[in-house]
């Protein structure tokens, strides 16, 4: 009988912490990892930022999983590895999958208009990360953003919207919620439906979440 564990490395999403992989739960022969954030260097590129990321991720084969932000980094970073599945939740596979005002906020830079500075513990960090929406799924989205960071802040927000994939990864796994407001479904093209999934779905519909990655990770 072969007990080898399957190894499943996770990358949250923009400034959020392990914690909202909490209700994600797979069985014993899978091995889970939680990629905190770095804190970027100055003038770190996104490539130099994934590798970095990359260099964490010990074990060959293994699945890499990324959420929102975490799911554009999880895509530079495949470059560096040689993954067994390569999983992407409530996120864009190429800039062509980004909202329109995220966009435009990379074209003109806008994006530098946001002042990280005072919004360190705002809710405006988690209206930016997950959009606006009630005030409960605010408050429990707010309680897993744990990187205050300005530089982290700064950079993450830059790296989002300029981000400038054009050509989808070969390899990616696409899980979508039907209705993300963040990356709103219309803009996204070949993925895994969740009905009724918003963009913190990997919180509240952790249950359905770990049955569809087992799902993915039979096949």
Sequence with gaps: MNSKKT???F???????GEIFRNIKLPEKYQI?????????????LREYA???ANRVIEENAILIGVSFGGVVVQEMNEFLNLKKLIIISSAKTRNELPR????????RAYKLIPTSLVLSADDLTRFAIGPRTKKRLA??????????KQYLDWALEKMVRWNRTEKLENVIHVHGEIDI????KYIKDCIVIED???????NKGSEISKKLLEIFAE
Excluded: C, S
């Design 33 to 45: 990892h939680i990629l905190e954030w770095l804190i970027p260097q100055k003038d770190e590129t």
């Design 140 to 149: 429990l989205y707010q309680q897993y953003l744990y990187v205050r960071n």
């Design 197 to 203: 999934g918003t963009h913190i779905m990997i919180l």
């Design 182 to 185: 963040v990356f709103p479904i």
């Design 7 to 9: 190894h499943v490395y």
């Design 51 to 53: 590798k970095r990321m």
């Design 101 to 108: 005002r995220m966009r435009v906020a990379g074209f003109t």
């Design 11 to 17: 990358v949250p999403g923009l400034a959020a912490g």
